[in-house]
């Protein structure tokens, strides 16, 4: 399963979009305007890990 992102956590701050080495995740305003990552291509995510151990708000989860 590709990453997934907690949008109650996450602070839009880029972490995991910069560690990404596949650069499936992007930071997007959501609803509220507030800036957040989103997966933006979860067929190329190749679950290694990275994004999860780079967010510091521990929004990222891989299942």
Known sequence: MPAKV???KCEGI???A???PTDVIEIQKDNNGDM???IARPE???E???CVD???MESITIE
């Open 6 to 8: 907690d949008k109650n």
């Open 44 to 46: 190329d995510c190749v």
């Open 48 to 50: 290694c890990g990275i």
């Open 18 to 20: 910069q560690a990404c």
């Open 14 to 16: 880029g972490a995991c």
């Open 54 to 56: 780079a967010c510091p």
């Open 36 to 38: 957040k990552s989103v």
